[in-house]
């Protein structure tokens, strides 16, 4: 009845055919680069072995700390290893730790989440008390608390920081689910009496899904920044194994020589940027569509 | 009451129809089209408001009613364009184009002489601001009221539109009171200057019917009162049957009818006009219900309207050749009265 | 008299109050009534009136904290989880808001699908897909429209599809929860006359519940008032549209605005405030707002009291003039 | 009194879950506390008697429960490496950790809000635009190369700041300022970020409200709309994020204290965990976390001062 919706209706005519999600995706800016530079960087991680221009590993006492050249575009680090092969094999350590550790945060949150929120009572007031006192805790706090625990390595990294983002999934999925449960079409199956597992598979689930989506994207970028700032405070990815965040604080040692620390936190910035810039957009693509 | 149906039945020219307004209205609007981007959503609009006049405009959702109180406001954002001409005359006598005024001139107009009441009002009030400095800014917009008098004016409206215990009320924050209380502090907001002319938009709809009552005979005493001239925007026909003296009918951007409130909703000329009569519950004299006679289909959208008549597609009485085809304009049928149908002639017989 | 399909006794449910330390909101107290087969009682009352938490109870997705709701003499109020799903779909709801009633998702087809397959659960593909064709033609969609996503469709076309889903289950009984509220006047109008049509047609016993007396007048056969939370009045519509016992009654059918009939001053309640559940204290609720109160309305909660044939008011005014039954006080 | 009192009240199980947490996870802590405090030297006799002492044989919910008890009043254990309590390292540490992050925040609601602000009143155009690139930058950067970044530029090149060290405000305040400056900058700019852009998000959303309409309906000069009527509004999710934002800013703070050579609260824990000296990682987080707890519910009652409706 009211103007205003008509107003959102008249900004974007035509809604005729529902189109997919990606390609609503592909039409911003954001996810364009968003999406190119994550496809981009994934593709380096894949395939770093084979396209690194020198040995990663490789100590060359003869070209120690040398100045960005052609030979070493990055410049090479105190022992005489070429920065820029080091940055792409570091890609494959970061997607490793994103991956794992996003998978494990989202479809162990998602879960907590739905049970908490579906079941309520005393089981969403004590599994919710716990996740709001772990928010308590700053995501890096977390992370270095149960590193402690369980000492630096790249598993533990990957665990740490899988389970310092539980909560904040949790909180999302129980959100999205109270919010589905006033709805009217979800009402109307439960008073016919659907099965629950067809019900939660069937008509909540898809429909909690994209703001799960959008956080995974953000959750991602997280956790590639809490890698990399675990990796800086040397109790992340332990050396030799390349990491850009453990890359930046050997070039902090050495602040005269720039590019030793520069060039691998560039790719923390720009890979962080895509995840988020994807986020945007993927956000953007649900609220039109759901509109 | 009675004096209310007087006035409506007396043979004012009433310059919905063609011609220039004889004597100048308070508010007299001309081929108004407004547009987003391509999408045309009212076109060719004119109406006139006289001072102690009420003008009921009607219709559903996406007739265009709505948005034509905003345009009329210089509500409308930037995102859509204005066309046409809306001639307001002010206490000193100037006449001025609301939709042509510099933003400064056009919001020293809002609130002092023209004013709005909104439907929701549990929104539109700002939850964060009592009440009584919600009252008081009105009148801190349009002058420099000393705080004593300014709080005296404000308890004094807040009297004038029936609220109990006003003094603590000046205190308490819009979520404190219920739906028609708000309601009933929009309109002592609206009134705070007195203005000659108040737009409201579904002021009632968002209200239970008792209250509804209450904020109709409200409205109608103050503007009784105060001579200032109404447009009440609505959907409900049974409302325009109890407030208005007249009534234009909405239909996807267009009026398709117009003329003195009672007289057109005993004989409606234009087959909407009585589809809409036809659809509103109604009893009949020994209280038995009339028959309802939906309308079919659903109201078009404002991206693709039909082309020709924008009802025919919904229309009994639609001749195919000639309803398809030919847009119809708003044309006078007599006795103040204007409807735009191409075939009223052949209906009405 | 055979046994009502469905018997509400006694419904009471009280919410939890919002804020700490707010009182506990009583939205229904003592609430009876019956639904007979093959009728349609229109449960009229204003925001607050507990009218949409009487129907979420019957259909389970409330609680509620006492009372009985019989249905063929079996409590559904009391039967455990497991009893009660297999039980569920006897009684459907038609819910209100057309823009949240169907899954995003899914096309009407499948919506429609997974409610045939839950009333037949072993038949087979053809027999699901033929009584889908049956059932959209029922509701007045063609069978292409089994294809298309909620937002393709108008509100009235999704509110037909929602009373598609409830009756696909056939039920014992349906509830329309304000299930016109929210459309276009015209539209508005089209679908009641699809209930209408669907209860001669398929014999449906239906509660009714709405705001708007003037709707209800063109559906029900019977119709119960209520006030904050309580019953005032029950009787057979004629009776109640031509003789309103209660006075709550009387001004909400004053305020029913008509086209043809002007607004009548004299039956205006005059009272800014509003319904308000503490200001009543132990009295009659509507007390504080009633033209004709008197000392002990404010004392003593009114009893249902007979007042014509089949036609109960709960009000003082009819207990002390027993010889004016029917009359318009 | 009761909207203030409730409040807290209701910070007192978050805060025992918290701290009971932490301490699960520090008594988790791989490496014999007995063994660190006495040396590799000591024979398993002492060792058992300082188990003992020490109470590492009770179960685990009485040696919480005992944990506890002491540190409420103060006692957090000593150090295993100096033996220095806690308490007191604490108490040279927290002042730190407290200016990095009051700098920080200040800095960063002055850059914040006034541009989210400005992106949401010019929305879509070359602010809009360009506050949002800055915003997309800030949240992107990581603090220790953002940190790095600054000194190489304005203390290597430009040679106006010392890169590192830290100067107790009340011995050298211009000292003191001169080296906080960078680190607060390095913090400040993420969470300028984040809060520029729910300061333009939730403008928007009240820009578009009911009572907007009202105002303007109304006559009100459009920058009291603004100013008055939005931001008084879109104030409360604002508050809401800057609370949430906390932890952000703490655990930034751990890193740019490492990039900074400060001796704060994260330097401290982060050594600790190097060290493997339990007592002074346990002291650092319950610190950590307590703080973030405390400002929570600091917002909580700002919340409840900006928002009627739940007063």
Redesign the interface.
Known sequence: ????M??AS??M???AA?TSLLSRVLASWQGRIGGGIVTFFTLMAVFAPWITPHSPTEVDFMSVMVVPTLEHPFGTDEVGRDILSRVILGARTSLLVVVAATLISSVAGAAIGLVAGWVGGWVDTLVM??M??????????LA??????L?PSLTNAIIAIGIVKIPHFARLMRGEVLTLRT???I????????GLPRILL??VL??AAGPVLVYMSIAA?LAL?TE??LS????GIQPPTPSW?GM??V??QN??F?WM??YP??A???T??AF??LGDAIRDAMDRR?S | MNSMMAMATDNRAVPLTDGPATSSPLLGVEDLGIAFGATKVVEGLRFSVDPGRTLAIVGESGSGKSITSLAVMGLLGSSASVSGRALFRRRDGEVVDLLRLSPGRSRALRGDEIAMVFQEPMTALNPVLRIGDQLVEVLRNHGRPTRGAARARALEMLRTVGIPDPESRLHAYPHELSGGMRQRVMIAMALMLEPGLLIADEPTTALDVTIQAQILLLLRRLQKSLGMALVFITHDLGIVGQIADDVAVMYSGRVVEAGPARAVLATPNHPYTRGLLGSAPQVDASGTPLPLKPIPGIVPSPVFPPAGCRFHPRCGEAKAGLCDRTEPVLEPTGSARGVSCLRWKEIAS | MTRPLLEVRRLRKTFAPRRRGGSPVRAVTDVSFDLREGEVLGLVGESGSGKSTIGQCLVHLHRPDGGEILLDGENLATLPRGAFRRRRTAVQMIFQDPSSALNPRMSVGDALREALRLHSPHAGRDVIEERLERLLRLIGLQPEHASRYPHQLSGGQKQRIGIARAIAVEPRCLIADEAVSALDVSIQAQIITLLGDLQQSLGLTMLFISHDLGVVRYVADRVAVLYLGRLVEIGPARDIFAAPAHPYTQALLAAIPDPARPLDESAILDDPAGPDPRAAGGGCAFAPRCPHVMDLCRKDQPFLTQVAADHTCACVLRKIHPDRQGETV | MRRVLDPVLQIVPTVLVVSLIAFLLTSLLPGDAALSRLGLDATQEQLDTMREQMGLNDPVPVRYLYWLGRAVTGDLGNSLRSGEPVAEVLARRIPVTLELAVFGTGLALLIGVPLGILAAVRRDSWIDVATNLFALSGMAIPFFWLGLLLIMFFSLHLQWLPPSGYVPFFENPVRNLHLMALPSLTIAVAFAATLMRQTRASMLEVLNADYIRTAHAKGTPPIRVILHHALRNALIPIITVLGLQMGTLLGGAIVTETVFGLPGLGRMMVDGIYKRDFPIVQGALITIVVAIVVTNLLTDLCYRFVNPRIR
């Open positions: 009845m009211t103007e205003t008509f107003q008249v900004r005519p035509v809604r529902r008390r716990v709001d006192a772990m928010l308590a805790f700053p995501l890096i706090v270095l608390a149960i590193i402690a625990v000492g709805l009217d079409y009402k109307a199956v439960e008073t016919m009496g659907l069937r008509h898809p429909n970028s920044m990399a700032s800086f405070l040397g109790l965040g930046v604080s070039g902090m602040w005269h720039w620390s520069f936190g560039l923390i910035f720009i962080v940027l988020n810039l759901l």
